[in-house]
């Protein structure tokens, strides 16, 4: 059974900092790789999807790695910004159609 | 609007009472998704649809639940003498093709629904 585990839990930093987000999952077979970020109250946005083929992306501000051998996949965030705060889940997708997520990671960004 | 909306965004029902949840995919979206989501925890997978079929739901609790498509565009949540444990966010999602990865598919999800069991 696929679990996938984020860390830390949560974050605190200053604006400006640089940042990672860590993300582990334990079968390697899998398709692709999703970050989310999801607002209080609010749905899920994907922010950049991985696929397996690939080892990473990038949008703006947002760089997302994958190393599928490992189980592993890092989001760096530059420059960080107040506006970023927010929950970011990590979820892939094996041979199914289903996301399996992890718990995410609480990212505050103090001004 | 062009993403995806649930319908209500809140609930609150009483234990053992009947609701219904409804989801409006993104027009097109062959592949339509049920997540149900717990405080302080990651989404987790109910059922997926691709067309008006579910293709998979092995994520469904118990035979309380069930879900429909018919039209292979709108779904219903249905949730059948509610329980307190029930009580949870419950997301949809829809994504393009659905095609067991063969495709980079991005899920987009909906804002949620909600819904306190008393």
């Known amino acids: 059974k696929q679990e996938v585990t984020q860390i830390p839990a949560a974050l605190s930093v200053p604006e400006g900092e640089n940042l990672v987000l860590n993300c582990s999952f334990t079968?390697?077979?899998?398709?692709?790789l999703q970050w989310f970020r999801q607002d209080p109250g609010k749905g899920l946005t994907s922010l950049l999807l991985?696929?397996?083929?690939?080892r990473e992306q990038t949008s703006g501000r947002l760089n997302a790695s994958l190393d599928k051998s490992s189980g592993r996949s890092t989001l760096y965030i530059a420059a960080s910004q107040p506006g970023d705060s927010a929950t970011y889940l990590c979820?892939?997708?094996?041979?199914?159609?289903?996301?399996?997520f992890g718990k995410g990671t609480k990212l505050t960004v103090n001004p | 609007g062009a993403g995806v909306s649930q319908t209500p965004s809140n609930k609150v029902t009483e234990k053992g009472k009947y609701v219904e949840l409804r989801c409006d995919p993104i027009?097109?979206?062959?592949?339509l998704y049920w997540y149900r989501q717990s405080l302080g925890q990651g989404p987790e997978f109910l059922i997926y649809?691709?067309?008006?079929?579910?293709?998979?739901d092995s994520g469904l609790p118990n035979d309380r639940f069930f879900a429909v498509r018919p039209e292979g565009s709108v779904s219903t949540l249905k949730i059948q003498r509610t329980e307190r444990g029930d009580s949870a966010v419950y997301l949809c999602?829809?994504?393009?093709?659905?095609?067991?990865?063969?495709?980079?598919?991005?899920?987009?999800f909906g804002p949620g629904t909600r819904l306190t069991v008393l």
């Open positions: 079968d390697s077979a899998i398709y692709n």
């Open positions: 027009s097109g979206h062959t592949a």
């Open positions: 979820a892939v997708q094996g041979g199914s159609e289903k996301l399996v």
């Open positions: 649809f691709q067309g008006t079929g579910a293709a998979d």
């Open positions: 999602a829809s994504s393009l093709y659905g095609t067991s990865g063969r495709v980079a598919d991005t899920q987009y």
């Open positions: 991985i696929q397996s083929s690939q």
